[in-house]
């Protein structure tokens, strides 16, 4: 999962422990770089302190014979080696050959000379006497406990660096969750209070911090909301009701003609006109239904029900092809008038675009069914195929408000479904998902 698609705590909780990590990953580099250079520098003082210490015990005879005194410290007798002019060992500890051959290696140095090998370091200079050369001395020291000492602090900073960072994002999570604890509980109110009570608000006489405030600006926002949506609800009931009143006058007066056995071309007309009164009826009661959010959704339909009906609502257009595959059996459980409202303008798209041929076909999930309507049109012209979706949008030869399927995805979406473009380009395919139970 991308970064910015976590949540607000994981976000939180995971910038802190890399800043953190971070962080101690310099302490320890910093604090190991510092440990080294002091570690180096007092090998180099140790050995420097015995090569004077030994240098100060090599005297030359009368008859130029090299001799060496007794040191007050044996350990330093047993790392020192002692070198004539000419390389020949004069005095040296017994120990192992690796040893001895790197001492060998540094007994012709005529200036100070440091060399690590072997977990040992070495450290040979000439000495002097009235400037000249007399002797070589050689002195060694271990290294393995200063080793020994940087890693076992190195395994305590990694060991500290490992618990800070983990404690400081077991920190930071609490922190977070008691601090955004509030805000959850406000998103879980708000989308309760969506779906079943506009009226409820916030709580917020018990806090004077930012939460309060908070709570407060939602709560006139929410006002705002709910009275927008009064608004919007009395209005559409006034337009239904004022919609309503004339067209139940046509009827009635289309109904009285019909009783005065007018010619059956004139008959034929006016049970046209009832027909189409009664379809804008249902129109209106439906969309009435959909602006309040309450659509009775236990009613079902079929695919092949629900084509016939939005195709019985369309002029013939000659010349046009109309297939029809895997309709048969696909049941929904969505009310037909609802559901014309959301296949119908997908189907007016279509007609208006096709050259030749019109297709239905329906796919059934387990839980959804799919209506696919398509045409072989131009497809879909603009830059953005989603933006045919907005209200008003609508391509350069459409004739249209640019509403129809903005209404569409607005009904199909109050029924638990979708309406989505699954190909812009020729076939042009729109796709109406519904739910199945």
């Known amino acids: 999962m991308r970064f910015a698609q976590r949540t607000l705590i994981s976000r939180i909780v995971w910038t802190t422990l890399i800043v953190t990590a971070v962080a101690m990953a310099a302490m320890v580099v910093t604090v190991m770089l510092v440990l080294s250079a002091l570690t180096n520098k007092n090998i ?9 210490a030994v240098s100060s015990t090599v005297k030359v005879g009368a008859d130029g014979g090299l001799t060496a005194l007794e040191t007050p410290n044996d350990t330093i ?20 050959q690796r040893l001895t051959s790197t001492a060998n290696s540094l007994s012709d140095v005529r200036k100070e000379t440091r060399l690590d090998r072997d977990e040992r370091s070495f450290l040979a200079a000439p000495v002097r006497r009235d400037g ?3 002797a070589v001395v050689v002195v060694e020291a271990p290294l393995e406990p200063y080793e020994s000492t940087r890693n076992l602090t190195l395994l305590g900073l990694l060991a500290l660096a490992v618990t800070v960072t983990g404690g400081s994002a077991a920190i930071a999570a609490w922190t977070v969750k008691r601090t955004l604890g509030p805000v959850e509980s406000m998103a879980a109110q ?6 079943h009570d506009l009226e409820s608000r916030f709580d917020t006489t018990a806090a004077d911090d930012e939460f309060g405030r908070l709570g407060r600006t939602l709560n006139v926002l929410l006002d705002r909301v709910a009275g927008a949506l009064r608004s919007e609800q009395q209005l559409t009931s006034e337009l239904a009701h004022e919609l309503r009143t004339p067209l139940t006058a046509i009827r009635g007066e289309a109904e009285l003609t019909m009783m005065t056995s007018p010619s059956p071309d004139v008959a034929e007309r006016l049970v046209r006109v009832v027909e189409l009164v009664d379809r804008m009826s249902t129109t209106i009661t439906s969309l009435l239904a959909i602006a309040r959010n309450d659509a009775r959704l236990d009613s079902r339909t079929t695919a092949t029900d629900l084509v016939d009906a939005v195709l019985d609502h369309r002029p013939d257009r000659p010349g046009l092809t109309i297939s029809r595959d895997r309709l048969d059996g696909v049941e929904m459980s969505v009310p037909t008038e609802l559901a014309i409202r959301a296949l119908a303008p997908i189907v007016d798209n279509a007609f208006a675009h096709a050259r030749t041929s019109v297709g239905f076909r329906a796919v059934a999930h387990e839980r959804m069914v799919e209506i696919t309507v398509s045409d072989d049109g131009d497809g879909v012209t603009m830059d ?13 030869e459409s004739h249209g408000a640019g509403l129809g399927l903005a209404l569409s995805r607005r009904v199909a979406r109050t029924l638990g479904g979708d309406v989505r473009i699954t190909s812009a380009d020729r076939p042009t395919s729109f796709t109406l998902t519904l739910p199945r139970t």
């Open 44 to 52: 180099e003082a140790r050995l420097r302190d015995q090569l004077t």
């Open 384 to 396: 953005d195929p989603e933006s045919v979706f907005r209200s008003g949008a609508r391509g350069s």
């Open 77 to 96: 007798d047993d790392t020192t080696w002692i070198y004539a002019v000419d390389g020949t060992l004069v005095e040296g500890p017994r120990v192992g």
């Open 190 to 195: 708000a989308r309760d209070w969506s779906e």
């Open 132 to 134: 000249r050369v007399e």
